[in-house]
Nanobody, 117 residues
Framework: QVQLVESGGELVQPGGSLRLSCAAAGSTFPFTSYTMGWYRQAPGKQRELVALITWDGDTAYGDSVKGRFTTSRDNAKGTVYLQMNSLKPEDTAVYYC?????????WGRGTQVTVSS
């Protein structure tokens, strides 16, 4: 069974930076064959795409984070990262890690990011 475990969420001031991590636990999980990603959900809003990264490093971003957020992965460590810069109050949400391979999908439990002064 696969577990995706996020970490790094916390309270940060507007304009600040955070790095989220997501580690895939499970010795038999073929991490390198999965597209990994990040979604977020703010209170009262639908879950939205933040970033995706394929096994070989191609990336895609939601319009609201382009130019501010960067995702990367370390296949040897089975970990995906989300570097968030120039954070805004509207980035406040629970951030979820996501893994997908042709519809075989897994979600983490989420980590809270709060941007507030």
């Amino acid at each position: 069974q696969v577990q995706l475990v996020e970490s790094g969420g916390e309270l940060v001031q507007p304009g600040g930076s955070l790095r989220l991590s997501c580690a895939a636990a499970g010795s038999t999980f073929p991490f390198t064959s999965y597209t990994m990603g990040w979604y977020r959900q703010a209170p009262g809003k639908q879950r939205e795409l933040v970033a995706l990264i394929t096994w070989d490093g191609d990336t895609a971003y939601g319009d609201s984070v382009k130019g501010r957020f960067t995702t990367s992965r370390d296949n040897a460590k089975g970990t995906v990262y989300l570097q968030m810069n120039s954070l805004k109050p509207e980035d406040t949400a629970v951030y979820y890690c996501y893994a997908d391979r042709h519809g075989d999908a897994y979600w983490g439990r989420g980590t809270q990011v709060t941007v507030s002064s």
